[in-house]
């Protein structure tokens, strides 16, 4: 965060605040000052409250346990009533968290108390049902409604094509299609940014998620950068997490491109992206139907109709949704 340009005095409501954060409060706490953490570094947190902001250092306490326990980008947090020091995080609802690639394997939390997830794809190379499956579980999991977001629809010769098969990943996926550097092409974009309103922006390097960031906001507020023009990737321009305010009132989080996206415990998300497939399965005549060429396979009868896609069937498998 830069501390630029944030009005010193704003309601709680406007960041994010909401009854079920106040009920957490105890009798013994009534000094404490709530605050919202709009950034992470190594070894402390920026945090936003009513009538100001700080960066804080994480004493410790913080790094015995695992990541999860650490004040995230996105958490509510008790402050002592000096501001100087970050008691405890308050329980969290739409927690975003991924495996860490390293050696252990430690889920990483992405974002906290988020509500909605721009999935951020473009309408070039990088389109990847795969990967936007994974992202839809990972959403679901965590009960945060999924938007998929496609980029560069101006650049495509047929930007319906990208928006008709990502219509096929997700029943009732809200998808838009936008040129993110074009403020006038994202009313359907903004319509989810509601005040209190907290949206993630999540998707591979170079897609736009920072171009959106300054588009809805009006403002320079995150640095872009080219793609590269052999394969359309990213170069990691944004390397860290953070929180921005709308002037019209919803909260953004920007984060670093993923290169890969590892789930942790999805079972839940990757069911729900594939209610399809499961809602097939129940209509096997076998309930231990594998859908290879079992007699009276429902989801081999949907592939022959036309109805289901082949490659989606083998996703799901990969993803270990399916039966062994
Ligand atoms: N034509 C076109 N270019 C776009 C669009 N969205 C983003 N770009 C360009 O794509 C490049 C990458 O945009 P960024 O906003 O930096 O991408 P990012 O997702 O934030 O990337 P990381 O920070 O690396 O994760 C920039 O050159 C943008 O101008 C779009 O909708 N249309
Ligand atoms: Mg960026
Ligand atoms: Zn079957």
Known sequence: MTGTGRAPVRSLAALGWRSEFADQ?????????PARVFGVGARS????????????PLGGRWFQGDALVRPTVGDWVLLSPDRGTVLRVLARHGLLARRAA?????????AANVDVMFLVSSCN????????????????????????VLTKADAAPDPGAYARAAGALLRDLPVLLVDARDPASLDGVRAWCRPGTTVALLGSSGVGKSTLVNSL???ELQSTGPIRAADAKGRHTTTR??????PDGGLLVDNPGMRELMLG???AGLRAVFADIETLAGACRFVDCRHLAEPGCAVQAAI?????????????RKLGAGPA
């Open 25 to 33: 409060i105890l009798g013994s706490e009534r000094d404490c000052v």
């Open 45 to 56: 947190v920026t945090v936003v409250f009513a009538d100001g902001e700080a960066e804080l």
């Open 102 to 110: 390293g050696r252990n394997h430690e889920l990483q939390p992405i």
């Open 125 to 148: 190379e990088e389109f990847n049902p795969a990967r936007i499956e994974r992202y839809l579980a990972l959403a679901l999991e965590a009960r945060v409604q999924p938007v998929l």
């Open 217 to 219: 906001a009006g403002a």
């Open 241 to 246: 997490r953070s929180l921005h305010v709308l």
């Open 265 to 267: 415990d999805s079972d």
């Open 304 to 316: 022959a109709a036309g109805a289901l896609d082949p490659e989606r069937l083998a996703r799901y």
